[in-house]
T-cell receptor
């Protein structure tokens, strides 16, 4: 099976802009989670979607949002970008039958100038 | 909020040496996972431990889950340059609640 794919891999934006990142989970996986990874804070949970519904949400401002489509692909959106949003954004999918094993994509590295 | 503290943050050793990385919390986790992440890539799952006191071996890597399910360790025997990377521990609080990640240990093995 193909692994988790994320597009784009790299992105440069300026403050105030918005950005949309995409994630395609492993075929058959219905749960998709998003994380933000920075050197100072490590990996922080953003949100999880399962069957097009947000199931869990981390402690991030409302500028961060996401959605999941019927084919389980997911997008996350960040509006009004701030310099501190520069990070590696990781997506992970999992098979609900093995709820604690998730597989990560390579990430999208976002730089906000 | 449940936290996982990893130590050390950074480790630089010579090829052939042994090392241990620690992951500690004051909270109980239903399971604990270890990942390795290489530059430009996402974390890759190495192992999941679920039972207090459990020990799992993966070639030269030995993982242990504390009896009280609050801490874990990763021991690498005879480290090789290919072991270089960021090692992350992640705890599952319970049920379908999100994983809690430690900040990681960055290991560099010098040939």
């Amino acid at each position: 099976k193909a692994g988790v794919t994320q597009t784009p891999r790299y992105l440069i934006k300026t403050r105030g802009q918005q950005v949309t990142l995409s994630c395609s989970p492993i075929s058959g996986h219905r749960s998709v989670s998003w994380y933000q990874q920075t050197p100072g804070q490590g990996l922080q949970f953003l949100f999880e979607y399962f069957s097009e519904t947000q199931r869990n949400k981390g402690n991030f401002p409302g500028r961060f949002s996401g959605r999941q489509f019927s084919n389980s692909r997911s997008e996350m959106n960040v509006s009004t970008l701030e310099l501190g949003d520069s990070a590696l954004y990781l997506c992970a999918s999992k098979d609900q039958s093995s709820a604690e094993t998730q597989y990560f994509g390579p990430g999208t590295r976002l730089l906000v100038l | 909020t449940q936290l996982l503290e990893q130590s050390p943050q950074f480790l630089s050793i010579q090829e052939g040496e042994n090392l241990t990385v620690y992951c500690n919390s004051s909270s109980v986790f239903s399971s604990l996972q270890w990942y390795r992440q290489e530059p430009g890539e996402g974390p890759v799952l190495l192992v999941t431990v679920v039972t207090g006191g459990e020990v799992k071996k993966l070639k030269r890597l030995t993982f242990q889950f504390g009896d009280a399910r609050k801490d874990s360790s990763l021991h690498i025997t005879a480290a090789q340059p290919g072991d270089t990377g960021l090692y992350l521990c992640a705890g599952a609080p319970s049920g379908n609640t999100p994983l809690v990640f430690g900040k990681g240990t960055r290991l560099s093995v010098i040939a």
